[in-house]
C-alpha cells in the first residue's frame, strides 16, 4: 500500500543521454512536485502541478520537462544529461493547493551521471 | 522568495539528553513549518508541524515551537534514543494563491550517541 512510489530507485547513466523518472501517488492528491537534492543534501523544489497543470516552475534548465498525464502520475524528462544532474530526485504529493498541506515523499531515484 | 536558515547543521548529544533545532525564515507570509526526519538513504518523513496561528505544539517527545514575530521556529527533542539519529530538515511554506511552496532548511545531522 505504498502512497508515494518512483521508478527507477537507481539510474546509473552517461553524459549526453536522456532519461525518465515516474511518480505514482495512490493518496487520491491533487497535487504533486518534483524535488532534487544534492550531495550536500539540500532539498529544493523544481516543478509541481495540480491536477496535470503546472503551477511551479523554479529556475529549472530547459532540459528537464515535467509531464503530468493525470493527477496520480508526474514524470521527470531530463534530455542530454550533465554531470551535474547527479543527484537523489524526490517526488512528492499533497492533498489540494491553495492551503499549506503536509507534503508525503516518495522513496527518491538515485540518478548517476558518468 | 523566501529563505529558510537553519542551525546547526550538525548536533551531537548523549542518549537521554535534548536536542534543540533552531530555524529561521524571512517571509512573514509563510503559514505553515514543517519538520522531517530523512534516515540514510530513506525519504523525507513528516514527523510534526505547526501552522502559524499556533505558538506550540507537541507529540510525545517531539515539540516544536513558532515565533512570528521573530519568524523563527525550533524543533525539540526530549529523552533522546539512537534512533532519533538522522538528518532534519525545517521548511517553511508560503501560499502563493496557485499552490503551497515549501522552502528546505539546509538540515541538521543529529548524531545520538550511547
Known amino acids: 500500500d505504498t502512497a508515494v512510489s518512483q521508478t527507477p530507485k537507481y539510474l546509473v547513466t552517461q553524459m549526453g543521454n536522456d532519461k525518465s523518472i515516474k511518480c505514482e501517488q495512490n493518496l487520491g492528491h491533487d497535487t504533486m512536485y518534483w524535488y532534487k537534492q544534492d550531495s550536500k543534501k539540500f532539498l529544493k523544489i523544481m516543478f509541481s502541478y495540480n491536477n496535470k497543470e503546472l503551477i511551479i516552475n523554479e529556475t529549472v534548465p530547459n532540459r528537464f520537462s515535467p509531464k503530468s498525464p493525470d493527477k496520480a502520475h508526474l514524470n521527470l524528462h531530463i534530455n542530454s544529461l550533465e554531470l551535474g544532474d547527479s543527484a537523489v530526485y524526490f517526488c512528492?504529493?499533497?492533498?489540494?493547493?491553495?492551503?499549506?498541506?503536509?507534503?508525503?515523499f516518495g522513496p527518491g531515484t538515485r540518478l548517476t551521471v558518468l | 522568495g523566501e529563505n529558510v536558515e537553519q542551525h546547526p547543521s550538525t548536533l551531537s548529544v548523549q542518549e537521554g539528553d535534548s536536542a534543540v533545532i533552531k530555524c529561521t525564515y524571512s517571509d512573514s507570509a509563510s503559514n505553515y513549518f514543517p519538520w522531517y526526519k530523512q534516515e540514510l538513504g530513506k525519504r523525507p518523513q513528516l514527523i510534526i508541524d505547526i501552522r502559524s496561528n499556533v505558538g506550540e505544539k507537541k507529540d510525545q517527545r517531539i515539540a516544536v515551537t513558532l515565533n512570528k514575530t521573530a519568524k523563527h521556529f525550533s524543533l525539540h527533542i526530549t529523552e533522546t534514543q539512537p534512533e532519533d539519529s538522522a538528518v532534519y530538515f525545517c521548511?517553511?511554506?508560503?501560499?502563493?494563491?496557485?499552490?503551497?511552496?515549501?522552502?528546505f532548511g539546509t538540515g541538521t545531522r543529529l548524531q545520538v550517541t550511547l
Open positions: 512528492a504529493s499533497s492533498q489540494g493547493l491553495g492551503r499549506a498541506d503536509t507534503q508525503y
Open positions: 521548511a517553511a511554506s508560503t501560499n502563493t494563491g496557485t499552490a503551497s511552496k515549501l522552502t
